[in-house]
């Protein structure tokens, strides 16, 4: 019996050993494994450090809002990205393609808009990357014509009531930012019937004479002006023509009182 327990101890101080020898090879087996998981972690952390994180592309460009026609005749557009030479972009003006974009050496390029009228446009510009990740970007702007100004016809202080046989004066001045554009014109019945041009100065002045008047009359005139814009303002004249009074009769004159002929009443003479 006691040789029987001495085995028993041996074996049973073995595999303590043993089992202890196995735990601390398992722990170096962790420990190396966390080590080795360290390494790889900070490498793949240096390597994202190092390439950068791929983001979407960036769009900016001009936004010229509202302008007047000829003020701004194009629009330039820049895209950033890690990868410019992979990026497939898509350009719209109102909604029509424009082909055959390709950005600059600064990753830049232009849209011609010298062409196009007034009104409302919208340009509209879509850049993707090799991922695929999507960006866009567009600018409203409207396009008008010059100010022009009103036309107006601004007369002189000249009279409108006429002694029969003098003349009638009729002036003033045809204003607009563009007199040369002027249709101006002037009837003494109906101007949609007849009518005949005014002629006038550089200035816009006219001046017209309408002589021997003799019966009261209606002097209509119309002006339509502008390049772009046009306007237009209409005035009607009326002279009336004062008749000389006639002179009263007296009474004196052939036959009357003083004149020596004999009114054949008897005044007591043969």
């Not at 390439?51 to 330039?76: K, L, M, N, R």
């Not at 895209?79 to 109102?94: A, F, G, M, Q, Y």
Request: charged content about 25%; hydrophobic content about 35%; proline content about 3%.
């Amino acid at each position: 019996m006691h040789e029987a327990e001495v085995q028993v101890a041996f074996l049973e101080k073995s595999w303590r050993a043993r089992c202890m020898k196995n735990a601390e090879q398992a722990r170096s087996l962790m420990l190396a494994f966390l080590m080795v998981g360290s390494v790889m972690v900070g490498i793949f952390y240096l390597d994202i450090q190092d390439a950068g994180v791929d983001e979407a592309p960036e769009i900016s460009g001009d936004e010229p809002g509202d302008f007047v026609i000829g003020d701004v005749t194009s629009i330039s557009i820049k895209i950033s990205d890690e990868d410019p030479e992979n990026l497939r972009i898509d350009v719209t003006l109102d909604g029509e393609r424009i082909p055959n974009v390709v950005l600059d050496d600064e990753d830049s390029f232009t849209v011609d808009i010298s062409e196009l009228g007034v009104g409302p446009h919208t340009l509209k510009v879509t850049a993707k990357d090799r991922l695929l990740q999507e960006t866009q970007w567009f600018t409203n702007f409207e396009i008008a014509y010059p100010a022009e100004d009103i036309t107006d016809i601004v007369l002189d202080g000249f009279a409108t009531t006429i002694q029969y046989g003098e003349d009638a004066i009729l002036s003033g001045n045809l204003t607009h930012s563009s007199i040369e554009s002027c249709e101006f014109d002037w009837s003494d019945g109906d101007l949609n019937v007849s009518r005949l041009a005014v002629g006038m100065e550089e200035t816009g002045h006219f001046y017209m004479v309408f002589p021997d008047m003799e019966e009261n009359v209606t002097i209509s005139m119309e002006a339509r002006c502008g390049i772009n814009i046009h306007t237009t303002d209409s005035v009607s004249i009326t002279f009336t023509v004062e008749f000389p009074d006639e002179p009263e009769e007296t009474g004196e004159g052939e036959g009357g009182e003083g004149d020596g002929s004999d009114d054949g009443s008897d005044n007591g003479t043969e």
